[in-house]
């Protein structure tokens, strides 16, 4: 699966850190963040990624700062190896692992370990 990432203007909260050498590490951006293969998200996967919903995932964060993720998803979205369940959230942690793939051995896995107020290490400046 290709991935193209379009740009934002504003500073990281989160970070998604890519376990998958094959895919980006994500940059979270503004109150809430889609991800999936429609080009209205804000972090969208090439159409060869089928397993991956067109709004798969919304991570956002609530007015205390805690950050949350919903499964918008057919496949699932899963934390910690946990389907969250299609329109139910699951709040998230540092170091949670999210995945937008079933954790099945015949598909690539692509997977993201949870970080929050960082930027990404990878990155040569701030957005």
């Known amino acids: 699966c290709l991935l193209v990432m379009q740009l934002h203007e504003n500073i990281a909260w989160g970070l998604l850190l890519s376990r998958n050498q094959n895919h980006h590490d ?3 951006f503004g ?3 889609l991800l ?11 159409n ?3 397993v991956v919903s067109g709004r798969h995932c919304r ?12 499964d918008l998803s057919t496949n699932g979205t899963y934390v910690n190896g946990e389907r969250i369940g299609k329109n ?4 998230l942690l540092p170091g949670y ?3 937008v793939t079933p954790p099945k051995k015949d598909i690539e896995q692509i ?5 929050l107020n960082c930027v990404n290490p990878k990155s040569e400046a701030l957005r």
Request: glycine share 2%; aromatic share 14%.
């Open 36 to 46: 999936g293969r429609h080009p209205q998200c804000q972090y969208t996967y090439d």
């Open 31 to 33: 109150l809430e963040f």
């Open 88 to 91: 139910k959230s699951v709040k």
């Open 59 to 70: 991570i956002y964060k609530t007015d205390d700062d805690n950050v949350y993720i919903e």
């Open 48 to 50: 060869s990624c089928m």
């Open 26 to 28: 994500i940059d979270l």
């Open 97 to 99: 692992l999210i995945a």
């Open 111 to 115: 997977e993201y370990i949870m970080r």
